[in-house]
């Protein structure tokens, strides 16, 4: 089979049967100017919500202990993988070395002025930037978009145009929603840090690597299955 769950038996099964969210989706013929966004949570959720990689399905992670909510739509890039293409992209850009990637689809922040009541929906979505962010070694980037024609974002073309207060707001978020009191984390060091913000151009070049790295990792549905 080819790179892309693209072919005819599996649209046929996709009548029939719900699409696994990561491996199913389609990115979009307009990727990277315009992408597909699987959303997972939203910011009334106080419970932390993933995608479970073998089901499909949203699952609990996690209760959220505190008071630390996300403040946009947030979920991943389908069939988007986070590797060594995007790892090495992750290094030239802050000038690290020994990064890896995280093995993960690549994450995406969607701002809308509306209020989406729920996850698990998939949303058009126009990434203007995003934040090169390192989990430990890893790279854990996170794609800022704007949701396709909203009625106050869809103008934004670039993260450099947004309100300040905004990108804020997120950057507060991932350097925190991790974070454990001194009790409980001992004498742990902070592990996740953000260590460039980028603009549109980057971001493109980024969601191009994931993509690329997926097709490297995931390169027939034997692959898949084996992976889940």
């Known amino acids: 089979m080819g790179n892309k769950i693209n072919d005819p038996i599996a649209r046929l099964m996709g009548l029939r049967y ?9 990115v979009g013929d307009g990727a990277p100017e315009v992408v597909t966004a699987f ?11 993933e995608l479970d990689k073998v089901s499909g399905y949203i699952r609990i992670d996690r209760p959220q202990k505190y008071s630390t909510v996300v403040p946009a739509l947030y979920g991943f890039i389908p069939q988007s993988y986070c590797g060594d293409t995007v790892a ?20 995406v922040c969607v701002l809308t002025e509306r209020t989406i009541a729920h996850g698990d929906i998939l949303a ?13 070694d890893e790279a854990d980037d996170k794609i800022i978009a704007v ?19 905004v990108v804020d707001r997120l950057k507060h978020y991932f350097l925190t929603y991790k974070d454990m009191p001194q009790s409980e ?24 690597c994931s993509l690329e790295d997926y097709k490297s990792h995931f390169n027939s549905l034997e692959e898949i299955l084996r992976h889940v």
């Not at 959303?39 to 919500?49: A, F, G, H, S």
């Not at 090495?88 to 994450?107: A, H, S, V, W």
């Not at 396709?148 to 207060?165: C, F, K, R």
């Open 124 to 136: 058009t979505v126009k990434p203007i930037g995003g934040f090169c962010m390192l989990d430990g």
């Open 185 to 208: 984390r001992g004498d742990l060091p902070r592990k996740v840090e953000i260590v460039a913000t980028y603009g549109r151009e980057e971001a493109h070049e980024v969601i191009r």
């Open 39 to 49: 959303i997972e949570m939203v910011p009334t959720d106080t419970v932390k919500y």
């Open 18 to 26: 719900k699409s696994h969210p990561w491996h199913g989706l389609e």
């Open 88 to 107: 090495d992209y992750c290094m030239e850009q802050c000038g690290r070395q020994n990064i890896k990637g995280d093995g993960d689809p690549l994450d």
């Open 147 to 165: 949701l396709h024609n909203d009625a106050t974002y869809d103008g934004y073309n670039d993260i450099s145009e947004l309100p300040a207060v």
